[in-house]
């Protein structure tokens, strides 16, 4: 039976979701704002829309006669989940939804299941957040409570630093509130799973990798990840159980999770669980890379109703994986990009991407992870190796450009 389906987001990364639910054989209905999206030429319908307009796409769904919605790699899993409540669709419940998307929700339900995150406290003014810093002290961390990739996100080390910091955050924000955490520190870990029918299956787990903290301060950039993990063995199986409990606790028992972890002082605490598949190429690019398990079949199955291939979530392999992001460290011109087409034929080079803009163009020093122009992912027998494999491939990408 065909089965027609709704594919939120058509760019490079969410090609690889249109691609695998042609190769199940499902027609493709993609939309993204961006009228020169590759994904549209690649879908069979393609739309140009907004796919945040839940009305819009509940009458694109309704008009193609879709089965299931998906969105890979986006934080828009409360439009996902709307859309499918409206059209009666699989699909999680809206307020879960809301719940793993919104900060300040997801802390509170959180810490109420006495999960381990940081201290916290939320403030809907500037006035109010003077006096949450009086309170709180510094250093601190000051979050938009409704954006992804550590938009607006900053260290605050003073109460003179307040300001420019809430500013900066309600630039990325459409809410009137934003989140104030305690800084944690150590080792973090990203997680990925599939949840069905209750039952959790972590398929992706690796080192994030900050390896210029001091250059970016007091922002937080991070530069690909790095697997397997040098966690230890007890350390792992308690990150695992910690994200089996902040599934359950969230009430995610459908599609995605999400996990970021942080070993703080010996003990998990959780960053950030959300309720989708991740972004950057982590799930559905390095991990499938050095394992073979393939998370977006099952994911896409279960959106259309149908009973999910988990054969997918087992590896059929072990290789070590490294991968690595072109970040600017500085405010710049870009007037040309060279060698873009010998990476792929670099050793151990597994998948490259590359997204530019256009030559002439100003870019800043990164301040967000969505400040990224180009990601390699590298694997190799050893996981020192594949470091080295993916350090060099971004390396050979030879950017001219006037400093500012």
């Known amino acids: 039976m065909n089965r027609n389906i709704l594919v939120l987001g058509a760019g490079q990364e969410q090609c690889i979701a249109i691609n695998e639910a042609q190769a199940l054989g499902y027609t493709v209905v993609a939309c993204d704002a961006d009228p020169d999206a590759i994904g549209l030429k690649l ?53 879960i939804a809301n719940k793993c998307t919104n900060k300040i929700n997801r802390i509170e339900t959180l810490t109420a299941a006495k999960i381990p995150c940081a201290r916290f406290e939320s403030a809907s003014s500037f006035r109010e957040l003077v006096r949450i810093g009086e309170r709180f002290g510094f250093p601190l961390v000051l979050k938009p409570i409704d954006n992804a990739g550590s938009r607006g996100v900053k260290i605050v080390q003073s109460a003179s630093d307040l300001k420019q910091a809430y500013d900066e955050a309600m630039e990325y924000s459409n809410a009137s509130e934003v989140l104030v955490e305690q800084v944690l520190n150590g080792p973090q870990i990203s997680t990925e799973s599939v949840v069905y029918k209750g039952n959790v299956t972590t398929f992706a787990f690796a080192d994030r990798n900050y390896e210029s903290p001091e250059l970016y301060y007091p922002y937080f950039i991070e530069n690909g990840i790095n697997f397997p993990t040098v966690l230890p063995k007890e350390q792992v199986k308690a990150v695992l159980a910690l994200v089996d409990r902040t599934i359950e606790a969230l009430g995610i028992d459908y599609g995605a999770a999400k996990g970021d972890i942080i070993i703080h002082n010996g003990v998990p605490h959780v960053i950030e669980m959300a309720s989708r598949t991740s972004g950057g190429w982590f799930g559905a690019g390095s991990i499938p890379k050095a394992t073979g398990v393939n998370a977006l079949k099952p994911l896409l199955q279960m959106s259309v109703g149908e009973i999910p291939d988990l054969n997918t979530l087992i590896p059929t392999r072990q290789l070590a994986c490294a991968q690595r992001y072109w970040i600017p460290k500085q405010r710049a011109i870009i007037h040309e990009v060279l060698n873009l087409d010998n990476i792929e034929q670099m050793e151990g080079v597994k998948m490259f991407n590359s997204f530019f803009p256009p030559m002439g163009t100003i870019i800043e020093k990164a301040t967000h992870n969505a400040q990224r122009y180009a990601q390699v992912i590298c694997t190799a027998p050893t996981r020192d190796r594949a470091i080295e494999l993916a350090v060099s491939a971004i390396d050979a990408i030879n950017v001219e450009m006037t400093l500012l």
């Open 43 to 95: 879908a069979d319908y393609g739309i140009t829309c907004d796919i945040r307009n839940v009305d819009l796409l509940v009458s694109i769904g309704n008009a193609h006669s879709i089965q299931g919605i998906f969105c890979h790699a986006v934080e828009i899993p409360e439009v996902v989940a709307k859309v499918a409540k409206i059209l009666g669709l699989p699909g999680l419940e809206p307020e």
